[in-house]
């Protein structure tokens, strides 16, 4: 037997968005043989290539943190140079005028289609080696599934009804012949928890090379994917949560459990800030359970760094010129740091009034999220922010706050120009603190007796805060701020505890893309949302014709090229698209 090389391994991918005569337009470039596919080091290449793509496909407008796709939510606003730079994303941020032609949409579905195939390439051959000659066989096919449910992961959090590339074995007939709704919204969750289930039986405990994800890393998505799957979502005509599965919190729970986060060295950091600094000395900490890895003096000539945060960068005169200046906090998250004479949020009133230094104490995590005028860009006082053009390129239309997670400081060794403004720092897509708070979560939703427990775990995140001041401890002194957070310490109805939940997940995940995906997840988009854009239709005209549809703007369309080349197998998602 004989297989044939083409000139990419994409076509499964491409074949998954309809391109039904991809493969067969495609010229053989060589043969391979039997003993050459058994051969470990050309396995282990396809396996790489697998990893990669997660590197090399991304872009500025498409980058697989998804921040590009939180302006949807009432974290962040999409900045830019005015409504017309990024106008795609614009919509977005509005919920007005999406179409389903709209490049963006198509283009992520593209992308994260590109490496759903590179690891179905990987595990074809995989599947073939004896264990004899490839002792890894099990675990690498665990990676390679572990990577494949991430990417059905992000594609079900932003178009729902997908597509699932789930048997690498198919030919290009038959993955022409999918369909996205094969399966209902409960199934899909279920097949995304199948392969992080697979990964989760057969992954070591740690990892020599930290890109490689291990038990613990697939354990935290197999609780993430359960919490999705847990507020049901199953009636194709709406997307509203029907009702709360407790089997699934319950699994929530199971795969959240501190022993097999500590089998593996993962706790919280001492210092919330140093899940967000590039020094090598921080990279791959005891928070971060499986991240996306840079670098940058490797050999190349810009080093391998994270281009798709390169608009991000604000434009610093002489420094980062070119900066775009794009995703940045809004008012609205500004104000929910705000906190009250005990040192908790103020969980129904924050954005009665904007946070004020000279009038408001505020939890520390404000100070280390959100760059705002009156205090140094990113700690260096060499770049005191203010409002001028240099923070805000739309010259105020989307104010001036920048967001510090994403941004390294300009005189370190860490921000490089290529094509765009890079950075080596990692990109955490599964951290301790979401794992603490997901099984808070699961906890409270059971109600079955747990609720101070799950106080707890929030407290845990809480009292981390508390003491993440080692970069800003002069800011008393020196800016006349005031810090003041503190645990909660009483007894909490589930009602009361479900809302610090939903709270401190919004502080401690800020401007890291799960905000509109939590609303979503809750039902509560629409409520939200349409709260959010009449409050900031009052003083920013982005938002006059802001209006959010429930049952539609919950989920991107499928994208009309893909429809039109699927010979009648997809079918759109609810909302009239």
Known sequence: MKKLLYTTVLGLALACTGCSDFLEDQV????????????????DNLVISAYAVWISAEDINSSFSMWNFDVRSDD???????????DVFHKLEISQGIMTTDWNISDMWQRLYNCISRVNAALQLLNQLDESTYPLKQQRIAEMRFLRGHGHFLLKQLYKNIVFANDENLSPEEYNNLS????TNDEGWQLIADDFQFAYDNLPDTQA???????????????KTYLYKAYRQDNPESNEV?????????????????????????????????????EPQYENGPESLWAMQYSMNDGTTNGNCNWSYGLIVPNIPGVTDGGCDFYKPSQNL????RTDANGHPYLDTFNDKDYDKAEDTADPRLFL??????????????????????WSRSNGLYGYY???????????????KGAWWGSPMNHIVLRYADVLLMRAEALIQLNDGRIAEAVSLINEVRNRAKQSTAMISDYPARYNVNFNVQPYNGTYSQEEALKMLKFERRVELAMESDRFFDLVRWGEASEVLNKYYAGEADNCTIYSNASFTKNKNEYLPIPFAQISASNGHYTQNCGGW
């Open 209 to 223: 090379d930290k890109g490689r994800p291990t038990k613990a890393a697939a354990a935290a998505y197999l609780a």
């Open 369 to 390: 999220t959100v760059g705002m005028p009156g205090f140094p860009y990113e700690f260096n006082t060499n770049y005191m922010m203010d409002n001028s053009s240099t």
């Open 180 to 183: 996205n709704t094969a399966y």
């Open 28 to 43: 053989p470039q060589g043969t391979i043989d039997n003993e050459q596919l058994q051969n470990p080091e050309y396995v």
């Open 402 to 416: 920048v967001t510090l997670k994403h941004n390294v400081d300009p005189d370190g060794d860490y921000l490089i």
């Open 76 to 86: 962040a606003y999409k900045g830019g140079n005015g409504t017309e730079d990024g």
């Open 242 to 278: 029907t009702g709360i599965n407790a089997d699934d919190l319950k699994k929530v729970v199971q795969y959240t459990e501190k022993g097999i986060m500590s089998a593996g060295g993962y706790a919280l950091e001492p210092d919330f800030h140093n899940n967000f600094r590039p």
């Open 334 to 337: 500004v104000n929910a740091f």
